[in-house]
C-alpha cells in the first residue's frame, strides 16, 4: 500500500547576537592593519603579501548578504582574536548544538501539533558537528523522551535535504511514524574571519522539519512530498579539512588550509547549470512542469547564483514570492538555508499549489522535495 508522507511542521530559531556587514568589514580592516604592520619588512622586500581591505558594498555586491546570526558574538570582532569565544561545556552538560537543534525543534513540534510521544526518529543534519560521538542526535532525543533512535549526517549544505529524504523512505518503509529533521548550524567555529573571501559567508541558525504519514497529520498547513532527488558529483572546489588526523599528521589542525575555503569563481560557475538541470529534470519525472511550480525555497549561499539558476528555469527573473530570499539577514547558513525559506515563507501558499526545496553545496551535493500543500 503506498504511504504518502507529508511535512507537517517546521521550527526556525535565530541566535541571540547579530553582526553587520559594517561590523564584520571594521574587524577585519583594524586586523588588516595589525598584520601589515607586523610584516612590513617582509611586505617591502616583496616576500610577504600584503593583506587587501574589504568594505561592505563589496560584500553586499558579491553575495547579497548584509548581516549574519552569530551564537557566540564575544571575540569574533577583535582584531587580536579573530573567532568566537565559546566557553566549553562538561560532558554532563548539554551540548552547544544540542541546544541551537531542541529550540529549532520544540518549535517544529508546536507547529505540527505533535509532541515528543509522536516521534521515534531524529536526525541531526548539517554541515559540521562539534564532536565525533556521541551523536548530538541523540542527546537531542534523550533531551526530549523520544523513544526510538537518532543519527547525524554530514552532507555540507546538502545536508537536510538528503535527511528530509531519509526520513520520507523511512516513512514510506515503515520503519519510522514520526521523523524529526534538525539542521543546527554552528558555522561560526570553521570560519577563518582573516580571509576578505570568506570571511562573510555564514551564519549561525538552527532549522527543524516534522514529517510523518499523511494520515496521522493534524496540523494547520500540511505539504505532501511528490517525489525526492538526490545527486552528487566529486569535486574539490569547496573544503573543510578540519579532523582528528591533523593529530597525527603533525600539522596546524587550526590552520587556513584546515578552516573552510572554496574556488568561488568555478562554484559558480560549475553549480548553477548542475542545480538547474536538476530541478528541471525533477519536476519533470513527477509530470510537473517548471511553471507550474509556485515556490522555489533554493538553498541560501549567493544571491546572484539564486537569481542565475532561477533564471535558467524559468526564462526570466523571478519575483521574491516566486524564490524567496533570505540570505541578506542569515547569510549562508549551510544546510538549513532552504528550511530558512520555507518556514518564513509557506503559510501563504494555497491547497494544491506546488513548492520546491531545494539545496546545493560541497561535495558537490544537490538535493530537493517537489512538495503540494494539501
Known amino acids: 500500500m503506498s504511504v504518502d508522507v507529508v511535512i507537517s511542521g517546521a521550527g526556525l530559531w535565530r541566535p541571540p547576537h547579530r553582526i553587520t556587514n559594517e561590523e564584520l568589514v571594521a574587524s577585519y580592516n583594524a586586523w588588516v592593519d595589525l598584520h601589515n604592520a607586523t610584516h612590513a ?20 555586491k558579491a553575495s547579497g548578504i548584509r548581516s549574519r546570526y552569530a551564537y557566540q558574538k564575544t571575540g569574533t570582532l577583535d582584531p587580536a582574536r579573530m573567532r568566537p569565544s565559546i566557553p566549553p561545556r562538561g560532558e554532563d552538560e548539554l551540548s552547544h548544538q544540542a541546544e541551537m537543534a531542541l529550540a529549532a525543534a520544540r518549535r517544529a513540534l ?25 551523536a548530538i542526535a541523540i542527546e537531542v532525543q534523550h533531551a526530549l523522551g523520544i523513544e526510538g533512535f537518532g543519527f547525524d549526517m554530514l552532507v555540507a549544505c546538502s545536508a537536510a535535504t538528503f535527511a528530509l529524504q531519509r526520513a520520507v523512505d523511512a516513512l514510506k518503509a515503515g520503519s519510522a511514524r514520526g521523523v524529526l529533521v534538525i539542521n543546527p548550524e554552528l558555522t561560526s567555529p570553521q570560519i577563518n574571519y582573516c580571509d576578505r573571501d570568506s570571511h562573510f559567508i555564514f551564519g549561525d541558525v538552527s532549522t527543524a522539519v516534522v514529517l510523518e ?28 579539512n578540519f579532523g582528528y588526523v591533523a593529530r597525527a599528521e603533525d600539522t596546524d589542525p587550526f590552520g ?57 528555469l524559468l526564462g526570466r527573473d523571478a519575483s521574491p514570492a516566486e524564490a524567496p530570499i533570505v540570505l541578506d539577514e542569515f547569510a ?14 509557506h503559510e501563504d501558499l494555497q491547497s494544491g499549489d506546488l513548492g520546491v526545496i531545494c539545496s546545493f553545496g560541497a561535495g558537490y551535493s544537490i538535493g530537493s522535495l517537489v512538495v503540494r500543500k494539501i
Request: with cysteine; net charge neutral; proline share 5%.
Open 213 to 240: 504519514r499523511a494520515d496521522t497529520a493534524r496540523s494547520p498547513h500540511q505539504y505532501q512530498v511528490l517525489g525526492t532527488r538526490a545527486q552528487t558529483l566529486y569535486s574539490n572546489n569547496i573544503r573543510s
Open 41 to 60: 619588512d617582509a611586505i617591502a622586500a616583496g616576500t610577504h603579501e600584503a593583506k587587501p581591505y574589504s568594505s561592505a558594498e563589496f560584500i553586499e
Open 110 to 134: 508546536e507547529a505540527a501539533h505533535r509532541s515528543p510521544a509522536d516521534i521515534d526518529m531524529v536526525i541531526v543534519s548539517c554541515a559540521y558537528t562539534e564532536r565525533a560521538y556521541p
Open 332 to 345: 549562508n547558513t549551510a544546510s538549513a538555508g532552504s528550511i530558512i525559506a520555507f518556514c518564513l515563507h
Open 256 to 312: 587556513p588550509a584546515n578552516l573552510f575555503h572554496q574556488n568561488g569563481r568555478k562554484v559558480f560557475k560549475e553549480v548553477c547549470p548542475m542545480a538547474a538541470e536538476h530541478l528541471e529534470k525533477h519536476v519533470a519525472t513527477l509530470g510537473i512542469e517548471v511553471p507550474s511550480v509556485q515556490r522555489w525555497w533554493l538553498h541560501q549561499a549567493n544571491r546572484n547564483m539564486n537569481e542565475l539558476i532561477i533564471r535558467r
